[in-house]
């Protein structure tokens, strides 16, 4: 099991601090993020929680995974790493680079083609 989880379904007034203060009596959190929009800065409503051991982040989602917390039942599952498995970060940085590569090919068949027309003209 991996140390880190991701909470889903927490209500948008759900606050880091609070959210250590509940999952930290089941073990040391080495991180709790709750994550928010880049473009407005809003809660989107589901976190992750990073133990130090990951026999303490076992603990805290089988005791928790269905708890009620702020009105809202709260669904855990184990976190990802977008890095290591390929997930969103990944494919964008992918993206990037081949966006990156076909703008340097293109902007190479341009100066060509300019310098065949001056020559033609000229």
């Given at each position: 099991m991996s140390k880190r989880l991701h909470i889903d379904n927490l209500p948008l007034s759900a606050k880091p601090g609070e959210l250590r203060?509940?999952?930290?009596?089941?073990?040391?959190?080495t991180s709790a993020i709750?994550?928010?929009?880049?473009?407005?800065?809003r809660p989107r409503g589901f976190a992750f929680v990073e133990y130090e051991a990951a026999s303490s982040a076992a603990m805290a989602r089988?005791?928790?995974?269905?708890?009620?917390?702020?009105?809202?039942?709260?669904?855990?599952?184990?976190?990802?790493?977008?890095?290591?498995?390929?997930?969103?970060?990944?494919?964008v940085v992918h993206f990037l680079g081949c966006l990156?590569?076909?703008?340097?090919?293109?902007?190479?068949?341009a100066y060509l083609l300019a310098q065949l027309i001056c020559r033609a003209n000229g």
């Open positions: 203060s509940l999952f930290e009596q089941y073990g040391e959190i709750v994550t928010e929009d880049p473009e407005s800065g089988q005791a928790l995974d269905g708890h009620e917390y702020g009105g809202r039942t709260m669904r855990i599952s184990e976190g990802r790493y977008l890095f290591e498995q390929g997930g969103a970060t990944g494919e990156a590569v076909g703008l340097a090919l293109f902007t190479l068949v």
